[in-house]
């Protein structure tokens, strides 16, 4: 079945460093890939997302690309902010006739002033 | 005000009792969701439904049941809780054409 893997936190960085938060998936068909973000206390919010091979979304500085052929859809920001500490949720959704939407276990993210 | 909203927003409870936990929104989409978020392993998907009249078990549907009362009410109840049901819970909701699925602030439910 389709699934997510994204790495381990947590992650603590200082402000103003680069972020990368990697994620792989397996998926049958063309899935459509997201990035959610649940900051303290809330509900997860969409971030990104990417519907097909190569393409690039990208929000608030953050960035991840849909690269089919290592499978994969890896965050990244060039220059992260003490605000920017939250949990990050990888997922994919089957597109399919049920809206599967599947998780990864999150990551999170802290970073320091 | 908030398009998602779930209530309560944290309860706690002991093993046996029943309990519903409620999602309203106001952004008229027709399809809505429950998932349960435990640490380490993410979101998971209880039961989802497409329309008032359509409802469908998700990856963890056992000791778990849910009523969509209206388009924009979908409630999910726990018969006789039990500790390992412990989690946070959120609602989310969708609409056809798209697959971006919109979160509630979450509901936080402890059984002791």
């Known amino acids: 079945g389709n699934s997510v893997t994204q790495m381990e936190g947590p992650v603590t960085l200082s402000e103003e460093a680069f972020l990368t938060i990697n994620c792989t998936y397996t998926a049958t068909g063309y899935p459509s890939l997201f990035w959610y973000v649940q900051y303290p206390g809330e509900g997860l919010q969409l971030l990104l997302k990417a519907t097909k091979a190569d393409d690039k979304g990208s929000n608030k500085g953050f960035e991840a690309t849909y690269r089919k052929e290592t499978t994969s859809f890896h965050l990244e920001k060039g220059s992260v902010q003490v605000s920017d500490s939250a949990v990050y949720f990888c997922?994919?959704?089957?597109?399919?006739?049920?809206?599967?939407?599947?998780f990864g276990a999150g990551t999170r993210l802290t970073v320091k002033p | 005000d908030a398009d998602v909203t779930q209530t309560p927003r944290n309860r706690i409870t002991k093993t046996g009792k029943r309990i519903m936990l409620e999602c309203s929104q106001t952004k008229g989409h027709d399809r809505m969701y429950w998932y349960r978020q435990d640490p380490g392993l993410g979101l998971r998907l209880i039961y989802y439904?497409?329309?008032?009249?359509?409802?469908n078990k998700g990856e963890i549907s056992d000791g778990y049941s849910v009523s969509r009362q209206a388009q924009a009410k979908f409630s999910l109840s726990l018969e006789s809780a039990i500790p390992n049901q412990t989690a946070l819970y959120f609602c989310?909701?969708?609409?056809?054409?798209?697959?971006?699925?919109?979160f509630g602030p979450g509901t936080r439910l402890t059984v002791l």
């Open positions: 997922a994919l959704s089957d597109r399919g006739g049920n809206n599967d939407m599947r």
């Open positions: 439904s497409f329309d008032v009249k359509d409802i």
């Open positions: 989310a909701t969708s609409t056809p054409g798209t697959d971006t699925q919109y």
